[in-house]
């Protein structure tokens, strides 16, 4: 598995703690686009309707959202980048 850089690493999970809101140890979309905003991305509208498309609706832990992050996901047909802090970039797929 692809893996984050550390300072990324464990800035998204300082995040995922504080955007938890119901401590289940998993966030929502929402959740997760806030998520990416307070370290330090700029996913489009576009982008976060591609993560929805590609995860469906559904709850993710922080696994899975470093996973979207790193870029791996095994299903993926088109890798696709969205805004990140200069210095460091997140490819996903977007599957049509």
Known sequence: MAKLPPQKHDELKEAFVIFDRNNDNKVDMKELATIMRSIGFSPTQA???????????????V????GIFAGERPHRKR???????????IKMVVVS
């Open 79 to 89: 890798k696709r980048t969205f805004g990140t802090p200069s210095g460091f970039s």
């Open 47 to 61: 982008d976060l309707q591609a993560i929805t498309q590609e995860c469906g609706n559904r709850l993710l832990d």
């Open 63 to 66: 696994n899975e959202c470093e």
